[in-house]
């Protein structure tokens, strides 16, 4: 018995050895990134990557964000997030609704047609959105990413938030119904404070994706104070490709922001994914 | 009383901002300037809004992937029926699309108003007309050619070839001194095709080169698969940096900077990128690739601004061409303006020898030939550069390369 | 009995068949309430992605250089061009197809090991966890500048510690030759993905009973054996998930693309998702573009529609 335990105990320190010598790898470019990003050129070409730097340039991260203009990027990305992710998620959440908890005769079908779009590549609408941006004189505005990013991505907020919602017990809803509630009330009184881990999962997966979002920026804007990072990340690397140092720490203005959410909110994060992958 | 102050304060208030409320024009001005660039040119834009307070101007800048992403850009931004009203183009092909489909205000009219036509040399303004229609200003004469490194030349006993069979000479004793005799990157295809267009003009001479890019003659003749084959022998015999097709043109200079190669086809921006990139210009000599022809052409071509047919603020947009492309502008800020097409401008030869030894070429007599991309549209282009590519890596032979070429020309000039 | 004092039974069941009603008919009363609450998405829905999806359809029978009138009705030509005439599209196709077979197998055969070695109750798991997963929030763009970067052949950073570990020989050119550019960008591909299989095999595993394992160890079943008969079937939903999230993701890849090989050298990473960006907007084929798009479009469909079905029937 002891023994086991013991067997049991070597290959734990085993694995784990091996899980963090992997993690390590795992993180080497990131770590590679953050080393360049803080010296001058010169001595990235002569001590190499990994060599400690001579001197802190901290100054690589305030050219990248002034004349590199990341100050713009940032502000519009935020300002797409903080418009596109709580009305999606609200839109989806009131369509997701009626779907748990309702009976009507469109419901499974509605909710079909609904999930199709999880499998509808974006290529697809590329070339039409460009035109229906220009006759809606929307184009070259951040107003024209947030019409087909929240229609993206209503299929899998809908999925899980229906998911969610069905877990919610019935009898809640009906005692609501029985005591005079309208519809609308029990949803933002009952559903929605209820599901709020489901609510927080969503709104970070959809922040992330929408902070990383490229070719539809890439097609729909052109003006640079109307660039998201990735596209101006993109125009960046095109003007320092041979000053890796200023690059990398442009590298690390989009990334840092992303990884620190993640970091603290990776508890929902990983709960939002499973919930709706998964039990559906 | 108080209330009487009030007023007449708010009243001052009103008819002053009356006053200097006259409406402001903004142009937004698209090009492609890279950082140091861009810095040289916050001046002229701000010497510009000063003698014009009612015009703004708006940069825009896409840089570093040369003709790849910022005609992309500036698709967009037409396709949007909201363009730039001032932009940078290169010419020929690159400028084709763009005016076929009548993105381009026609300045003929501009040109004879405003005296254009005797500011810049004759081979710039006729390479910038089509269908004889005059539909871009010369921004820049740009003449490119083999920088090189003087410390690298000097210590194996090298000096500037004046034949070919002397460039082959350069490279053989560079190779037996371990160095690469040139450096070249591969993304987007162009700075690689720099060196094929060399060979093409040295293996098959000025006119059959200008009817090979007319498509006028097939490609599937000996000289064009010579052109190819010197290419080849190039790489297999190692003078060029391996593995570059992937590696971007701007970090094609790198292994120049660090003296593991000794030559790039570059043009007068590179004194620039020199100074950028904390590295001394003094360490480094021009010279143009000799092509064992009479007259011994070059590669060079015009750089332009035009304007968009859809902007609301053409006549502000003629009034800061003209501010930015006149020698007096010029001559105030020449870190703005080396390699102009203005004639007479030439940058401070003490401090940019190089570029000084281009434009001088550049505002000469001598002839020159376009870069093949400015001859091509894009879709030939890249079969041209899938065949350059193929070629690096040994899946095509010189002549496979030169035939499968000429197939692509001819079911491209079916489908147009 | 009194009339008026019934068995609570019925009372309870009366008053109960009351509330039914009383909901029913108030829910009758309004059966439009389901639509109106489905209405703002539907609009966005259909707006902006169904729409687009069937104007692109009918362009694609047209030859458009997308900014003119649409006058060129071509029928199915663009897409009998696509798939038996054009031999980038083919190539295209066929790159789609092994990244796609590559992610089905590669990024989940990690996954799962990754999560088999995290589902011990060990100390610092979370930490691991995020740090695996931590690749996979990156912006594409960022991801491929930086791995362009690194696979430099000259001083990037993997050429640089192959040659300075003694392990020069395994240095390559990785991006820039036509036989390792695409491996070398699904091998960047692979290091940003294996953070979802992961977590969903995670959760998955943490899902099978412990008492399945107790049975089969009491049947004398060794590692081996109880791996295989129980916890690779007791995976099945999250087999299903991650196979059709690959096969989606695997198709429409993009990003990756177009910043670290921008479809080259030559033509040999061109996907169908670059390439129908490159023949709608640098080629001006816009109804070409649009085919190409559609064929992204039903192959995907195809695969997920069973997934789709199964999903909506819980």
């Known amino acids: 018995m002891s023994s086991q335990r013991a067997t049991l105990r070597t290959s734990n320190i085993i694995i784990l050895t091996a899980l963090i010598l992997l993690s390590l790898l795992w993180l080497l470019p990131i770590i590679s990134v953050l080393l360049t990003a803080v010296r001058s050129q010169g001595d ?17 991260f305030v050219k990248a964000w002034d004349a590199g203009d990341f100050s713009i990027y940032f502000k519009n990305s935020l300002f797409v997030i903080l418009m596109k992710v709580p009305l999606g998620i609200l839109v989806s959440s009131l369509a997701a609704y009626p779907l748990a908890k309702m009976s009507f005769r469109m419901n499974q079908p509605i909710f079909l047609f609904l999930l199709i779009g999880l499998a509808v590549p974006i290529q697809v609408a590329l070339q039409p959105l460009v035109v229906m941006m220009r006759e809606l004189g929307l184009s070259n505005t951040l107003f024209a990413l947030l019409p087909p990013y929240i229609a993206f991505g209503i299929p899998l907020q809908v999925l899980v938030m229906r998911g969610f919602f069905r877990q919610i017990p019935s009898e809640l809803v009906e005692a609501a119904r029985v005591d005079g509630a309208s519809e609308l009330t ?13 609510l927080a999962a969503l709104a ?8 990383n979002e490229f070719l539809l920026a890439l097609v729909l804007i052109s003006e640079k104070e109307s660039r998201t990072v990735p596209i101006g990340l993109m125009q960046f690397q095109g003007e320092h490709s041979s000053d890796y140092t200023v690059l990398m720490a442009g590298v690390a203005i989009s990334i840092i922001p992303v990884l620190i959410i993640f970091l603290f909110l990776q508890r929902y994060f990983v709960t939002g994914l499973t919930a709706g992958a998964v039990k559906g | 009383m108080k209330s009487l102050i009030c007023g007449a304060f708010a009243a001052a208030m009103l008819l002053g901002s009356g006053a200097l409320a006259q409406d402001k024009t903004t142009i937004r001005f698209a090009n492609t300037f890279d950082g140091p660039s861009a810095e040289n040119w916050e001046p002229v834009l701000q010497a510009f809004m000063a003698a014009h307070p009612d015009i703004e101007v708006k940069s825009e800048s896409v840089a570093g992937s040369g003709a790849a992403v910022y005609p992309d850009v500036l698709r967009t931004s037409m396709a949007s029926g909201d363009p730039a009203d001032v932009f940078f183009l290169w010419g020929g092909s690159i400028a084709k699309p763009f005016i076929d489909a009548g993105q381009v205000e026609p300045l003929d009219a501009v040109f004879a108003e405003k005296g254009w036509a005797t500011r810049f040399p004759a081979w710039t303004v006729s390479r910038l007309q089509q269908d004889g229609k005059q539909y871009g200003v010369p921004f820049h004469g740009q003449g490119m050619g083999f920088f090189y490194r003087k410390d690298l030349f000097a210590q194996n006993g090298i000096t500037e070839p004046k034949t070919y069979a002397e460039l082959e000479g350069v490279c053989s004793k560079l190779k037996a001194a371990n160095i690469y005799c040139a450096s070249t990157g591969g993304k987007f295809g162009w700075h690689v095709m720099r060196l094929v267009d060399f060979f093409i003009e040295a293996a098959c001479g000025p006119d059959v080169h200008d009817q090979l890019n007319a498509l006028k003659v097939s490609w599937d003749q000996p000289c064009v698969v010579d052109a190819y084959g010197r290419f080849k022998s190039w790489i297999d015999n190692g003078w060029l940096v391996p593995d570059f097709l992937n590696v971007a043109p701007d970090d094609a200079r790198i292994p120049v ?31 143009m690739p000799p092509t064992d022809h009479e007259p011994s052409r070059y590669s060079a071509f015009p750089e332009q601004w035009m304007i968009a047919s859809g902007s609301k603020h053409k006549e502000a947009a003629v009034t800061f061409i003209d501010f930015i492309s006149s020698a007096d502008t010029q001559k105030a800020f020449p870190d703005a303006f080396g390699a102009s097409a203005t004639i007479g401008i030439k940058p401070d030869c003490t401090a940019n020898p190089l570029s000084c030894q281009i434009t001088d070429i550049v505002q000469s007599d001598r002839p020159a030939y376009p870069p093949t991309d400015q001859a091509f549209e894009k879709e030939l282009m890249d079969s041209f550069f899938e065949v350059q590519d193929s070629i690096v890596a040994g899946k095509l032979t010189p002549a496979e390369g030169a035939k499968l070429f000429q197939e692509r020309a001819e079911a491209w000039k079916a489908k147009s | 009995m009194h009339p008026d004092r019934q068995p609570m039974a019925e009372i309870a069941s009366n008053s109960s068949a009351a509330v039914n009603t009383r909901a029913r008919s108030r829910f009758t009363r309004n059966t439009l309430t389901p639509y109106l609450f489905i209405a703002p998405a539907m609009v966005f829905y259909l707006g902006f992605l169904i729409y687009p999806m069937f104007v692109s359809l009918y362009t694609s029978l047209f030859d458009w250089d997308g900014m003119s009138p649409l006058v060129e009705f071509v029928g199915l030509n663009n897409y009998f061009n696509a798939l038996f005439v054009d031999e980038v599209t083919r190539q295209a196709l066929l790159n789609n197809v092994w990244w796609t077979l590559g992610a089905l197998t590669i990024p989940t055969v990690i996954g799962l090991t990754l999560a088999l070695g995290l589902n011990r109750n060990l100390p610092g798991t979370v930490v691991l966890r995020t740090l695996f997963y931590a690749p996979s929030v990156l912006p594409l763009v960022a991801v491929g500048i930086i791995w362009s970067w690194m696979y430099n052949p000259n001083f990037g950073a993997i050429n640089v510690i192959l040659k300075s570990s003694g392990l020069g020989f395994l240095a390559g050119s990785w991006l820039s030759g036509f036989d390792t550019a695409l491996p070398s960008a699904f091998a960047t591909y692979t290091w940003g993905s294996i953070g979802f299989p992961m977590i969903l095999y995670l959760a998955g595993l943490q899902g099978i009973p412990k008492d399945y394992y107790e049975a089969s160890r009491i049947d004398g079943a060794n590692v081996w054996q109880q791996f295989w008969h129980v916890t690779l079937p007791g995976l099945r939903e999250s087999h299903v998930i991650v196979l059709s999230l690959s096969v989606i993701g695997g198709f429409k890849v993009f990003d990756l693309i177009y910043t670290m090989t921008y479809g080259g050298p030559g033509r040999v990473t061109q996907v169908l998702g670059t390439w129908m960006y490159f023949q709608s907007f640098q080629y001006y084929h816009a109804g070409y573009g649009a085919a190409l ?4 479009a039903v192959i995907i469909l195809l695969v997920a529609i069973p997934y789709i079905r199964h999903m909506s029937k819980n």
């Open chain 1, 44 to 60: 990235l070409f002569k001590s190499g990557i990994f060599g400690w730097p001579k001197a802190f340039r901290w100054d690589n």
């Open chain 2, 257 to 287: 900077y660090q003296g593991q190669a000794a030559m790039i086809v570059e043009g007068p921006w590179f004194e620039g990128a020199l100074k950028q990139n904390e590295q001394d210009s003094a360490d480094y000599g021009f010279f």
């Open chain 3, 293 to 296: 798009a559609w064929i992204i």
């Open chain 1, 186 to 198: 029990i949803f933002f009184k009952i559903m929605v404070p209820l599901s709020v881990p489901a």
């Open chain 1, 204 to 211: 970070i997966i959809d922040t992330l994706a929408t902070w």
